[in-house]
C-alpha cells in the first residue's frame, strides 16, 4: 500500500525528491534543470563527457494525464539520444500502464523497470530512510502522520484538522529559520519567533508543532489568552508542546490587566527549560517585544533573547521568496489567464524584488475573494499596487465590496477587540445602529446582521462555534485588524460615535488610548478623554465586559473548551478603568473613583476580587486615607493560595506600618506554612526551581521557618529528576541543496514550470 501520493509537493519538490532518491539509488550525481527548458531535461548525469542519462519527473495525479503529457513530450526526449531514459512519476502504474509508457518511449527506455511509479518511489524511501527524513513536508503529509496528528491531544485549538494542517504544509517554504527554531529548542526546550506582521511566524510555529507531534510528542496546547493555560495543561507523564501565539498582545501590553503575567511567563519557560518532555513556542511582533523588555523588567534577560528566532526578511534570499510565491501561485486555483499575466515578461521578479516583499500580502492576493475580483490582465500591476500600499488589500475591499452596514460592525468588532460572542457583537452593534443608522446609510433588523456576517466571512472575519456551541466572532487574520486601526485613525468623527455609544467597558480601551507614545493604538483628544470619564462616571456599574479568556472544564481528552466572559466585578471594572485613564490631575476624575471605592466593604470581597482590591490601592493609596490596620489584618487572615501570599506582600510598600506589625504574628506564619506545604501537592514538571524561590522569598519576607517544608519540596525533585530529556537533533530533518544551477536561472526555470500546470 503506498505510503504518500506526493501531491503535496510541488512539481519543483517532486523533482528533488526524484533527484534525491535516484542518486542514491544509482549511486551517481545528477545536475538539476526543470522540464521544457532544456529540451525534456530534467535530471541528467555525465559519464565521460557523455550525456549518458536523462531523467524526467512527472508530477500527475493520474495515468491520463500522465500519459497524454508524455504523447506531447516523448518526440523531444527521444531526439535527444541518450543511452539511458528514466522517468519518475507521481502517478499509480499498472504494468499494463508502464508496458504502454515504455512502448511510447522506444528506444531510449532501456526497461520498464526505468519507470519509476508512485509504489516504485515509496519502495526507494523504504531503502532510503535518510532521504524521506530530508524532505520533512513529505512525511508531515503521509496519512500516517496525518492520522497521528489529528488524533493527538489538541487543548484549547479548534482549528486542528487534516484539511488546515495540509494546507499550511503545502505551501510552507523551509528556510534558514526553521533549522535555526530547531537548533534553539534543541538546546533551551523553548524559542520565541519574532518579526514583523506577515512575515510568517505563525506559519514556522505550526509547521514546528506538526514536527514534533510526529516525532512521538502526544499533546498539543494552545495558549489562546494567558500563561495560564499552560499552567493547567501540564502532565507530567506525556510529551507536550505548548503555542502562545502573539504571546505579548493585547491583553499583556496593552491593557495589563493580567496580575503578574510577566512572572508567570518567566516561571513557564524556566519550567519548561528544565523539563524532561515539554516544548514550549511563543510568538510576538518584534517590535512589540522590544517595547515589553523596556516595560518589564522580568522579560529583560539574557535567557529570552538567547532562545530568540528573528524571522526578517534577510532570512528569505530570492530564492525562498520566489518559493513562497510559486508555492501559493502552484497550489491555488488561479486561473491560466493570471499564471500568464505572472509568467509575462518575467513579472514574478518584480514581486520577488519588492521592497515590501511579505508572505501574507501573497497569501491573501492568492484567495480567491481577492483575486476573482481582479482581471487577468491587471493581476501583476494589482499585485505591485497592494505591496505598494498593504492596506489597498483590505482598502478596496472594504470601500467598494462590503455594505456600510459591514463596514460598521467590523468597527464595533474592533472596539470590542475580538474574539466576540456574538450575542455580544449583536448587542454592542445594536446600540450603535439605533443611533447611528441614518448616519451611515443603513438599515438594521435580524435579518441584515446575519447577512453581513455572511458576507465577511472568510474575507474579514471567521465565526466558529466553541465546546459548548457558542459562537464567537474574530478577525480572519491580524492584518485586517491593523487596517481598520489604521483606517479609523483617521476618522474622528467615527472615533466619536464608538465611544460615546458603547455596552461594554473594554470599548473604551480596547483600541484607544491616553498615552501619547502608544503606537498601536487611537490617541484620544482631551474632549474625547473627558467624554468617556463623563460616560463612567454616568454609570459604572451598568457597563458590561465583552473581553473573552479561554475556559475549560478538566484538561482530558474529552475536555470541553469554551469563551467566558472576565469578571464583571465592579472592582475589575473600576481597575480598569484607572488603568486606563490616570488619576493625576483631574480632581473630578480623582473623587469619583475614591467614591467608588470607598463604598466597597473590603471585609466582603472574595476570590480574585481581592487582588483588583490591592492593584487598585497600589495606585490610589498615596491619593486618600483608609483603614489600613483593618484592610491589612483582613488580607493577612483570608490568604489561601500562594498567590494571596505575595499579593499580602505588597503591603509592605502601601501600608508599611502596618505590614510590619501584622506579619510576624504566630497565626500568619501558621497559615502561610500550610499554604506552602499545600503547594507542594500540586507542584507541575520542571515548576520546583520556581517554587522553591517563590518559598524563600516568601520565608524572607515574612520570617517563617519552612525548612521541613523544604525538605518536601527536596524529596518531590529527587522523583522527577529520574527523567531522561527530550533529544532533539535538528541535524536530521536538515534538507539538501536543491539545484546547481545559478539562483536566476532557477527561479526562471521554477516559474517556468507553471506552465505544467494547464
Not at 477587540?417 to 441614518?438: C, N, R, T
Not at 493609596?621 to 505575595?646: H, L, N, Q, R, Y
Not at 522523583?719 to 539538501?736: G, Q
Amino acid at each position: 500500500m503506498d505510503i504518500y501520493n506526493f501531491l503535496n509537493l510541488s512539481s519543483i519538490e517532486f523533482e528533488v525528491l526524484s533527484r534525491d532518491l535516484l542518486q542514491k539509488f544509482l549511486n551517481i550525481r545528477l545536475e538539476s534543470f526543470i522540464a521544457g527548458r532544456d529540451g525534456g531535461i530534467d535530471l541528467r548525469c555525465y559519464q565521460d563527457k557523455e550525456e549518458t542519462i536523462i531523467v524526467q519527473c512527472k508530477r500527475y495525479e493520474n495515468y491520463n494525464s500522465l500519459i497524454s503529457n508524455i504523447k506531447k513530450e516523448a518526440g523531444k526526449a527521444i531526439k535527444l539520444k541518450p543511452k539511458r531514459y528514466i522517468l519518475t512519476t507521481s502517478s499509480p502504474l499498472s504494468r499494463k500502464q508502464k508496458q504502454t509508457i515504455f512502448d511510447l518511449c522506444k528506444p531510449i527506455i532501456i526497461s520498464p523497470n526505468d519507470i519509476f511509479s508512485r509504489s516504485d518511489l515509496n519502495n526507494l524511501l523504504g531503502k532510503f530512510p535518510d532521504v524521506e527524513k530530508r524532505h520533512f513536508k513529505l512525511w508531515l503529509s503521509s496519512t500516517s502522520i496525518l492520522e497521528k496528528l489529528v488524533q493527538s491531544k489538541v487543548y484549547n485549538q479548534s482549528s486542528f484538522e487534516e484539511e488546515s494542517i495540509k494546507e499550511n504544509i503545502k505551501v510552507y517554504v523551509e528556510n534558514d529559520s526553521y533549522n535555526e527554531a530547531l537548533e534553539i529548542l534543541s538546546k533551551k526546550k523553548y524559542v520565541i519567533i519574532s518579526g514583523i506582521p506577515g512575515i510568517g511566524k505563525t506559519t514556522l510555529a505550526r509547521i514546528l508543532v506538526y514536527h514534533f507531534l510526529a516525532n512521538d510528542f502526544e499533546d498539543f496546547v494552545y495558549l489562546s489568552d494567558n500563561i495560564g493555560e499552560g499552567y493547567k495543561a501540564l502532565n507530567p507523564e506525556r510529551k507536550q508542546i505548548f503555542l502562545f501565539d502573539d504571546f505579548l498582545g493585547t491583553n499583556f501590553l496593552e491593557n495589563k490587566i493580567s496580575n503578574n503575567e510577566d512572572e508567570r511567563i518567566i516561571k513557564f519557560i524556566d519550567l519548561v527549560n528544565k523539563s524532561k518532555n515539554k516544548i514550549l513556542i511563543l510568538t510576538t511582533r518584534e517590535y512589540i517585544l522590544n517595547q515589553a523588555l523596556v516595560n518589564y523588567e522580568r522579560l529583560d534577560n539574557k535567557n529570552l533573547q538567547l532562545a530568540k528566532c528573528i524571522l526578517d526578511l534577510s532570512k528569505y534570499n530570492k530564492l525562498v521568496k520566489s518559493r513562497i510565491l510559486y508555492n501559493h501561485l502552484y497550489f491555488s486555483n488561479i486561473s491560466k489567464p493570471y499564471i500568464e499575466n505572472i509568467l509575462e515578461d518575467k513579472n514574478y521578479m518584480g514581486i520577488i524584488n519588492h521592497p515590501n516583499y511579505n508572505p501574507r500580502i501573497i497569501e491573501t492576493i492568492t484567495n480567491p475573494s481577492i483575486w476573482e475580483n481582479i482581471k487577468p490582465l491587471k493581476f501583476f500591476d494589482k499585485f505591485i499596487n497592494y505591496l505598494d500600499n498593504p492596506e489597498l488589500i483590505w482598502k478596496h475591499s472594504y470601500e467598494k465590496q462590503i455594505t456600510n452596514f459591514s463596514k460598521c460592525l467590523l468597527m464595533v468588532l474592533l472596539s470590542m477587540g475580538g474574539p466576540a460572542l456574538f450575542e455580544d457583537l449583536k448587542e454592542a452593534f445594536i446600540k450603535f445602529a439605533q443611533k447611528y443608522s441614518k448616519k451611515y446609510n443603513f438599515t438594521f433588523n435580524s435579518f441584515s446582521l446575519k447577512d453581513s456576517i455572511k458576507e465577511l466571512e472568510n474575507t474579514f472575519i471567521s465565526s466558529k462555534r466553541d465546546g459548548r456551541g457558542q459562537i464567537y466572532i474574530d478577525f480572519q487574520n491580524p492584518s485586517i485588524k491593523d487596517f481598520l486601526l489604521n483606517y479609523l485613525k483617521r476618522d474622528s468623527d467615527l472615533v466619536d460615535d464608538l465611544i460615546t455609544n458603547v455596552i461594554f467597558l473594554n470599548q473604551f480601551f480596547t483600541v484607544f488610548s491616553v498615552n501619547e507614545e502608544s503606537n498601536e493604538k487611537i490617541i484620544l483628544s482631551k474632549k474625547q478623554v473627558k467624554t468617556i470619564k463623563e460616560n463612567i462616571k454616568n454609570g459604572l456599574s451598568d457597563f458590561k465586559i465583552s473581553h473573552l479568556i479561554r475556559t475549560v472544564h478538566s484538561f482530558s481528552a474529552d475536555a470541553i473548551y469554551y469563551w467566558a466572559r472576565r469578571s464583571t466585578s465592579i472592582l475589575y471594572k473600576l481597575k480598569l478603568a484607572i488603568n486606563n485613564l490616570s488619576l493625576n490631575e483631574d480632581l473630578e476624575w480623582q473623587n469619583f473613583v475614591f467614591k467608588i471605592f470607598g463604598h466597597i466593604e473590603y471585609n466582603k470581597i472574595k476570590g480574585e476580587d481581592k487582588n483588583f482590591y490591592i492593584d487598585i490601592l497600589e495606585i490610589i493609596a498615596p491619593f486618600t486615607k483608609f483603614d489600613k490596620t483593618g484592610i491589612v489584618d483582613f488580607f493577612s487572615k483570608t490568604m489561601e493560595s500562594i498567590e494571596d501570599v505575595k499579593y499580602f506582600i505588597k503591603f509592605a510598600e502601601i501600608f508599611p506600618e502596618e505590614y510590619k506589625k501584622i506579619k510576624l504574628s504566630d497565626e500568619i506564619k501558621s497559615s502561610i506554612n500550610d499554604i506552602l506545604e499545600n503547594e507542594i501537592d500540586y507542584v507541575s514538571e520542571g515548576s520546583y526551581e520556581d517554587l522553591k524561590t517563590d518559598f524563600r522569598e516568601i520565608s524572607e519576607e515574612l520570617e517563617v521557618d519552612i525548612k521541613e517544608i523544604e525538605k518536601q519540596l527536596e524529596h518531590k525533585v529527587h522523583e522527577l529528576e529520574n527523567e531522561k530529556y527530550v533529544d532533539i537533533d535538528p541535524e536530521d530533518y536538515r534538507t539538501s541543496s536543491s539545484t546547481d544551477s545559478s539562483e536566476y536561472k532557477q527561479i526562471d526555470d521554477m516559474f517556468y514550470s507553471l506552465k505544467e500546470k494547464f
